[in-house]
């Protein structure tokens, strides 16, 4: 992944997780495991050296210290940008992770994407197979308008959604092939400039 003359998107799955410990969080935004949390130094550490343009993670608190794991680790403290249509499939209805406040407390630098589906407020689905295919198209769709070739973008978020954002990616419909993705695992997308998308490694482990 060093070199490369594409847009390249690397889809991470979040570390360990687990549920008994969400504060005043929502039921399903669980904490990282003390596993998950030396997962996400072991990441840091696997990805420093390499050249990331932009960061953007779920808002749900385990994507997003997965993604920190990763920014603390680079030289620069380079700006995350929280995306809460990157939030798992099947959330409680309504919730949309944590605001930019809640998560500054993590990591400074960080600050809300613009709303991918241009409301005031946070309005999408994220339980209906079609709902998630066009959150998944809203997140694609975006990063490759801002960004161009050359540039290098990773993205952290879930199982569930990774489902639908890999193969939206790649222009197939979702779930006509399953991903088992492992925690901390990367899954590269790069799209060239002949038009086509290619899947360079996937699962591949941090």
Do not use: W
Request: aromatic share 12%; with cysteine; proline share 3%.
């Amino acid at each position: 992944m060093e070199k490369h003359d594409s847009l390249q998107i690397i889809f991470i799955r979040h570390a360990e997780t687990n549920y008994t410990d969400i504060a005043d969080r929502d039921p399903s935004d669980g904490e990282l495991t003390a596993t998950g949390e030396q997962q996400c130094v072991a990441l840091g550490e696997k990805l420093k050296d390499l050249p990331i343009d932009a960061y953007f993670t779920s808002s749900l608190l385990r994507s997003f210290k997965t993604a920190v794991g990763v920014c603390k680790a680079k030289s620069d403290s380079p700006l995350l940008e929280i995306c809460p249509e990157l939030v798992e499939c099947g959330c409680t209805p309504g919730y949309y992770g944590c605001s930019e406040a809640y998560l500054q407390k993590y990591y400074k630098n960080t600050k809300m994407c613009e709303k991918l589906f241009g409301t005031e407020t946070y309005e999408f689905g994220c339980e209906a197979f079609e709902d998630n295919v066009a959150r998944a198209e809203k997140v694609i769709s975006y990063i490759k308008n801002r960004f161009s070739y050359g540039n290098r973008v990773a993205v952290f978020s879930h199982h569930g959604f990774l489902e639908y954002l890999i193969p939206v990616a790649l222009g197939v419909q979702p779930h006509v092939f399953r991903f088992a993705l492992d925690n901390v695992s990367m899954t590269v997308v790069d799209f060239c400039r002949d038009g086509n998308a290619v899947l360079r490694c996937v699962n591949k482990q941090g």
